[in-house]
């Protein structure tokens, strides 16, 4: 289905019953790498799961900037009349998460992230000479947000009030020092390590994120 909120036309998925949950993907993909963990999740909650701008089949655009996206978050909520939702973001919807979070306190019931950065000082540097070599390549403004942003401060991650929870793989592109800070930051967040796990093998086509949504999140 489509929607238009913020100016942009996004696409998104909406299956199940219960308690609202939207789960955000990461960088370059779409929705589509949470459908082993929705079909676990829809026998709990209501799932939304948008593309991102420029993501997906969602709106092209032509430059990207993380707040842009988290206001997205917020009119999509507010557009679909969505009440006191679960906010689940991996990786780049994690930092969507963190920032709408701090923007908007109340708008949410809980916010779980995955492999989450603070600024693109958190990405370890093999992984980040990677994003930059493929930044040539890519027309589109994918990699390059990723070498400028976000800029998630302290006082953005003491100001979120609700339910939190950090995680990150034990192999993660994000470095462990990063995640932690996070956990410790956000007032009363939870964090969990996956171990043996790098960036996305819990989440992506597999359902380890969905039973850990489940172990910490009450129908």
Same mark, same amino acid.
């Given at each position: 289905?489509?929607?238009?909120?913020?100016? =942009?036309? /996004?696409?998104?998925?909406?299956?199940?019953?219960?308690?609202? %949950?939207?789960? =955000?993907?990461?960088?370059?993909?779409?929705?589509?790498?949470?459908?082993?963990?929705?079909?676990?999740?829809?026998?709990?909650?209501?799932?939304?799961?948008?593309?991102?701008?420029?993501?997906?089949?969602?709106?092209?655009?032509?430059?990207?900037?993380?707040?842009?996206?988290?206001?997205?978050?917020?009119?999509?909520?507010?557009? /679909?009349?969505?009440?006191?939702?679960?906010?689940?973001?991996?990786?780049?919807?994690?930092?969507?998460? %963190?920032?709408?979070?701090?923007?908007?306190?109340?708008? /949410?019931?809980?916010?779980?992230?995955?492999?989450?950065?603070?600024?693109?000082?958190?990405?370890?540097?093999?992984?980040?000479?990677?994003?930059?070599?493929?930044?040539?390549?890519?027309?589109?403004?994918?990699?390059?947000?990723?070498?400028?942003?976000?800029?998630?401060?302290?006082?953005? %991650?003491?100001?979120?009030?609700?339910?939190?929870?950090?995680?990150?793989?034990?192999?993660?592109?994000?470095? %462990?020092?990063?995640?932690?800070?996070?956990?410790?930051?956000?007032?009363?967040?939870?964090?969990?390590?996956?171990?043996?796990?790098?960036?996305?093998?819990?989440?992506?086509?597999?359902?380890?994120?969905?039973?850990?949504?489940?172990?910490?999140?009450?129908?």
């Amino acid at each position: 289905m489509y929607i238009t909120v913020n100016g =942009v036309k /996004l696409w998104y998925e909406k299956s199940g019953s219960g308690r609202p %949950l939207i789960m =955000v993907h990461c960088n370059s993909m779409s929705h589509k790498i949470f459908s082993r963990s929705v079909k676990v999740l829809e026998k709990h909650f209501t799932v939304y799961c948008p593309d991102s701008r420029d993501h997906g089949k969602s709106e092209k655009v032509r430059t990207l900037h993380y707040e842009d996206m988290a206001e997205d978050m917020f009119r999509f909520i507010e557009a /679909l009349g969505i009440e006191k939702p679960v906010f689940y973001g991996f990786s780049d919807g994690g930092i969507i998460g %963190l920032i709408l979070a701090h923007a908007h306190p109340e708008l /949410l019931s809980s916010l779980i992230v995955s492999g989450a950065s603070l600024n693109p000082d958190s990405t370890k540097d093999l992984p980040m000479k990677f994003f930059k070599l493929w930044s040539h390549f890519d027309r589109s403004d994918k990699m390059r947000i990723m070498m400028r942003e976000p800029d998630i401060t302290d006082e953005m %991650l003491k100001k979120i009030t609700v339910p939190a929870f950090v995680t990150a793989g034990e192999k993660d592109v994000i470095k %462990l020092s990063h995640t932690e800070h996070i956990a410790k930051t956000v007032p009363g967040a939870q964090l969990k390590i996956f171990e043996k796990e790098g960036h996305s093998g819990y989440i992506m086509n597999s359902t380890k994120i969905a039973d850990y949504i489940l172990s910490v999140i009450p129908e």
